[in-house]
């Protein structure tokens, strides 16, 4: 729903309202010493990108498969596969890596 500001014409006072445009029509009709006052756009509440886009799953089975055919890369360290010998063959490359400075 979106948040509308209203101003109170007798007191001056302004306030914000979460509501539905036709109960702010009805709520102005009642009250016609409220005026309503648009700032711009409404503003909208919604939960599903409140943290953000969802990766697709079809979209993450691709990042696992690619990250199997680059198991040094960055990707992988996300996506790749999580078993135990993976995760330690990842670290064993990583400290050759590091001991002998190749990248």
């Known amino acids: 729903m979106p948040t509308y500001t209203f101003k109170d014409n007798n007191t001056g006072e302004i306030w914000d309202e979460l509501c539905s445009h036709s109960d702010r029509e009805a709520f102005l009709a009642e009250n016609p010493h409220i005026q309503a006052i648009i700032d711009g756009a409404p503003g909208l ?43 330690g063959s990842r670290n064993a490359v990583k400290r050759w890596r590091e001991q002998t400075g190749k990248t």
Not at 60 to 75: D, G, Q
């Open 45 to 87: 509440v919604s939960s599903r990108y409140s943290s953000g886009p969802k990766t697709d799953e079809g979209f993450k089975e691709n990042l696992a498969r690619i990250a199997e055919a680059h198991p040094t890369s960055p990707l992988a360290d996300r996506y790749g596969s999580k078993s135990i010998r993976a995760a």
